[in-house]
């Protein structure tokens, strides 16, 4: 089993800055991709971001690329995921999770083994 638990999800004005946390609990984290994926209301879950086992290597949706940016502190078990220039449609619950398997680096939720509860990011406009 592998826990993971997000923070610094909140309200923000469109335009701002807010960065998530998402720690990991588990002997595997450091050999693990890690993702990160958003709900809006009425939507489906969506991939926003992934990172490899190193950090070397990063994969954006189109809807974040250059706004979001993802890295991990494996000495502390965390990954990141730093949001600038928030918009209003960002607004949704963002998972945390965890790809024990793939060696390249996934889109697709299915992928993913382990997901943290969700964190509520709201965007004002």
């Known amino acids: 089993q592998v826990q993971l638990v997000e923070t610094g999800g909140g309200l923000v004005q469109a335009g701002g800055s807010l960065r998530l946390s998402c720690a990991a609990s588990g002997r595997t984290f450091s050999s693990s991709a890690m993702g990160w994926f958003r709900q809006a209301p009425g939507k489906e879950r969506e991939f926003v971001a992934a990172?490899?086992?190193?950090?070397?290597?990063?994969l954006y949706a189109d809807s974040v690329k250059g706004r979001f940016t993802i890295s991990r502190d494996n000495a502390k078990n965390t990954v990141y995921l730093q949001m600038n220039s928030l918009k209003a449609e960002d607004t949704a619950i963002y998972y945390c999770?965890?790809?024990?398997?793939?060696?390249?680096?996934?889109?697709?939720?299915?992928?993913?083994?382990?997901w943290g509860q969700g964190i509520q990011v709201t965007v004002s406009s």
């Open positions: 990172i490899s086992r190193s950090g070397g290597s990063t």
């Open positions: 999770a965890v790809d024990l398997v793939s060696l390249r680096l996934i889109s697709e939720s299915r992928a993913y083994d382990y």
